[in-house]
Every structure is written in structure tokens, then in C-alpha cells.
């Protein structure tokens, strides 16, 4: 795969920058033999990420933990033996992260006679404990568990399903014992007075105040996304806001739901798959739940990239940091990516790039955003496997920045010169890390122009810092 690599990364102490380009790291392999059905990413209490995928021919769902920057655990499997569970390649279990304990949910195998169950690890998933079952319907059936967890109250969104009367409708049951025992579920989406879509997965976010769940509808096959919301912790839902109002009409089921985030401000933030003028559109959707409106949207597209097959999105923020992914056709069914630390506003058209351009087809991907970095899995259709990319922002420099210091050339398949004569700075301390944070070499140097030893090094992305005269630099730079 290539590294797609747009301008230069420079950071100094007082200036704000924006990361709005990216470069992608070599796909790595999560698993191979345990099958790759909606992979699905967290990051643990001890800041390794977790991720979870079923298997469509044994119908097992398997965790795997990121040990090391390139290493991933052994799949363990969370259903009990001589259990199966319910999967497809375009929904499946969830999981959430409360301090260092995991929360997993899943639908047994059967699909009007399986339950929803919860399995959870209290050790960053090292080990994980016995399941809970979540829903204990009789004269009707539960599809699509979605999970969210606060202060270890959890809450487990479903679809309940008549088994005579139909009317599919999103409940909820919450569990305010960890996950030990969970109360009756409570109607969610029923006093909106529509049906849900049913077959496709709804979306929880929790925060200190609010409970909210986004699902798409079904208003005579008028499929648009809605949220409905509690203020009481899950008890009741008096709520509901209409992200998405583009009339998506199709009589067959389109198997697409929404994902969502808080934003920094507070804002709920949604994304979803639509139809605009038979155009299939991917859209970002930011509400003001004070003013009852929506404060921003953006259509998702890549330039020059057909928009054919483009579905399946989801988002994640951490801080200031938007990123967000979704599957499209590339040279074949790729995976791309757009991002932004500036707001949803600037996830521009010009910012995408492709993840996965590569032979083979790369579908269903998932994203967590952490500290100006990017993590993605997705599903390797040839070989059945799950992988893993990273994305790094980089910079937009501003003019006054590029008169502060130059390195070259970048990226370098040998040495790195740093010229710092414009930055008054002399003499110092220069150290060089990898992205995991592992100090590679440091040393002292006492003449502006300095000559960094890349070519000792191994492929990828490292940080530079350089400390002297009471000012701290930082940029990174790609050993190729």
C-alpha cells in the first residue's frame, strides 16, 4: 500500500495549526482464520484499542487487544461454547469502555428466537466474565443491540420486534449494577409514532445528561434518520430531533444505520448513509439541542471518486479531533477517510484519501480518534481478515511558521537536515520518537544546522523535538 503523505507536519509551542492532511499507515493484520464480519474498535482504560468481529461460519464473536503499536492478542472468543451468534457483514455486536472495564453485546444466534447478552471484562480485556442476558421478550423478538456506558450505568438499545403485530420499534434496557441485572425495557422510538427500519442498527450515546438514540425510520419506505432523547437517565424518552431530511424513499431494506459522538461544544454529532437525487450521499450532521435545530451538515464525498457504493459510515471525536470513514469504490471497494480539528465544517471534499488503495476489496471499517491520530479496522474481503491502518494529521502551515525553521527532504530514505537559523536557537537537545511515544535516539547539538541519522531507522512516521533556548519544537517527518 502507499502512504499518501499531503505537505509537512511542524508544531511549535505558541502557534495553533490545523491538521487538515493525512498519511496512512501499511495495513496490519488484526486476525486471520477467525473471520471478519463488523470489526468494531474502542479504545481500552489503558489507552490499547480493543476490537471485536464475528465469524459468519462458526458464528462465534472474537476480541482482540492491540498490545503494541504493531501487535495484536491472540482472538479470544466471548460466546460461551456451544453457544452461536447472530451475524452479518453489515451489523453485529458493539462494545463500549468505562474506565478499565469492557462491555461487549450481542444477539445469540436465531433470529426470532435469540436474546440480546451482555459479556464484560473488568480488566481491559485480558479476561472476560460470564453473560447477562439483556431482554426477556416472549410475544416479540430483539435485533441490533447497541451499547453505552456512564459511570458504569450501562444501556443496551434493540429493536423489538412483534411477532404478530410487527411494528418494529427501538427499546431500551439499562442496568445500574454494572451490568449484573438489567430493568425492563422502555419504549424509545413507539411515541414518535412510526415505525424503525427493520433491519438496520441504531446508535447510543450517553453523556452526564443525556441519552440519546439515533435509528432510521420507516415512514411508508421513507427511510430518514432520527434521534430520540431522555434527560432522565434512560427512564423516559420526551425528545426527538430529525438529523436527516433528505426523503431517502427504497422499498427494499437499505441495512445502513447512523453513528454519532458528542462534540467538545456539547453538540450531538451524526453520520449517515442517504439518497440524494439517486445519488447515494454520505452526510455529517452537528445539532443544537438548546435552539432545536441544525447548526451544521456536510456532504462526505472524495474528489474525482465516483460516489457509486459509497455506505457504511462512521465517526468518532476525541477533543477538537473528527474523524470519519466509510466503504466507497475506489480501483475496487475501498476504504476512505476525511477529518478535521477545526469542527464539522471543515471535513472538506479535498482533505479525503483513499486507506486502502490497493488490490482486493476493503469493506465495513471502523475509526477511533485519539491524540491528533487516527486508528481504522476494517474487513479484508480476500483472505477473511481483519485489519488495522493508522492516520496521522498533518499540517497546513501558516507563513509565519515556515520562516521559524526548515528539514528536508521529507519524506527521506536517508538523512534529515533541520536548518534552525531562523529560529534563534543554537544549541540544544534533540530527542526522536516513534508514534507509540518510544524514544528511538537523542542527543545534544551545538550548531543550527543539525544532520538527524534517519537512515538508522526503520520505515514509518516519527516525531522530532528540539529544546534549547527556552523553546520546545516538535514536527514529525516519514522515513521511506
Known amino acids: 500500500m502507499k502512504n499518501y503523505l499531503f505537505g509537512f507536519y511542524l508544531f511549535v509551542a505558541s502557534t495553533n ?12 493484520t488484526v486476525a486471520s482464520g477467525y473471520g471478519n464480519y463488523h470489526p468494531q474498535m474502542e479504545v481500552l482504560g489503558d489507552g490499547q484499542l480493543g ?7 462458526t458464528n462465534n464473536l472474537y476480541f482482540s487487544k492491540r498490545t503494541a503499536p504493531e501487535i495484536f492478542s491472540a482472538p479470544m472468543q466471548l460466546n460461551p461454547v456451544g453457544t452461536e451468534v447472530q451475524d452479518y457483514n453489515w451489523s453485529g455486536p458493539d462494545l463500549s469502555i468505562w474506565g478499565d472495564h469492557v462491555y461487549v453485546v450481542y444477539h445469540d444466534l436465531g433470529y426470532e428466537d435469540g436474546h440480546v447478552y451482555l459479556v464484560k471484562s473488568e480488566d481491559n480485556g485480558v479476561t472476560f466474565g460470564d453473560t447477562t442476558q439483556v431482554d426477556f421478550l416472549t410475544d416479540a423478538y430483539a435485533q441490533f443491540p447497541d451499547v453505552a456506558v456512564y459511570n458504569d ?10 411477532l404478530v403485530t410487527m411494528n418494529p420499534q427501538m427499546v431500551l434496557a439499562r442496568s445500574t449494577d454494572g451490568g449484573q441485572t438489567f430493568e425492563p425495557q422502555v419504549d424509545v422510538s413507539g411515541w414518535v409514532g412510526l415505525e424503525v427500519c427493520d433491519c438496520c442498527q441504531p446508535e447510543i450515546i450517553v453523556d452526564a445528561q443525556r441519552v440519546i438514540v439515533y435509528y432510521r425510520e420507516n415512514d411508508a419506505n421513507t427511510r430518514d434518520i432520527k434521534a430520540a432523547i431522555s434527560y432522565d437517565r434512560g427512564a423516559t424518552f420526551t425528545q426527538y430531533i430529525e438529523p436527516d431530511n433528505h426523503n431517502w424513499t427504497i422499498a427494499a431494506c437499505p441495512s445502513t444505520g447512523p453513528d454519532a459522538r458528542f462534540l467538545e461544544n456539547g453538540n450531538p454529532v ?10 447515494p450521499k454520505i452526510y455529517v450532521n452537528e445539532y443544537d439541542l438548546v435552539n432545536d435545530n441544525t447548526v451544521n451538515e456536510v456532504a462526505i464525498t472524495m474528489d474525482g471518486v465516483v460516489p457509486s457504493g459509497i455506505n457504511y459510515p462512521q465517526i468518532s471525536v476525541d477533543g477538537s479531533l473528527i474523524g470519519i470513514v466509510w466503504e466507497g469504490l475506489g480501483s475496487s471497494t475501498d476504504v476512505f477517510f476525511n477529518g478535521s480539528n477545526t469542527g464539522v465544517a471543515n471535513l472538506l471534499p479535498s482533505n479525503a484519501i483513499n486507506v486502502t488503495n490497493m488490490g482486493g476489496s476493503q469493506s465495513k471499517p471502523d475509526i477511533v480518534a485519539l491524540n491528533s491520530s487516527f486508528h481504522i479496522v476494517y474487513s479484508e474481503l480476500t483472505g477473511a481478515e481483519v485489519k488495522y491502518v493508522s492516520v496521522q494529521a498533518t499540517s497546513s502551515i501558516t507563513d509565519e511558521a515556515k520562516q521559524i525553521f526548515s528539514f528536508y527532504p521529507n519524506p527521506t530514505t536517508e538523512n534529515l537536515t533541520l536548518d534552525l537559523a531562523d529560529s534563534g536557537i543554537e544549541t540544544g537537545k534533540i530527542s526522536v520518537t ?14 543550527p544546522l543539525v544532520i538527524i541519522p534517519a537512515i538508522e531507522l526503520t520505515q514509518g512516521m516519527y516525531q522530532v523535538r528540539v529544546v534549547g533556548n527556552d523553546q520546545i519544537l516538535e514536527f514529525r517527518f516519514i522515513k521511506s
Do not use: C, K
Not at 476490537?51 to 461460519?57: A, D, E, G
Open 153 to 162: 450505568t450501562v444501556f443496551v438499545v434493540f429493536m423489538e420486534h412483534g
Open 270 to 279: 451524526s453520520i449517515y448513509r442517504t439518497t440524494v437525487s439517486s445519488a
Open 51 to 57: 476490537i471485536i468481529w464475528t465469524n459468519s461460519v
Open 434 to 447: 516513534d508514534l507509540s511515544g518510544r524514544v528511538v535516539f537523542e542527543f545534544d547539538f551545538s550548531d
Open 17 to 28: 495549526l490545523f491538521a487538515q492532511d493525512f498519511v496512512a499507515s501499511s495495513p496490519l
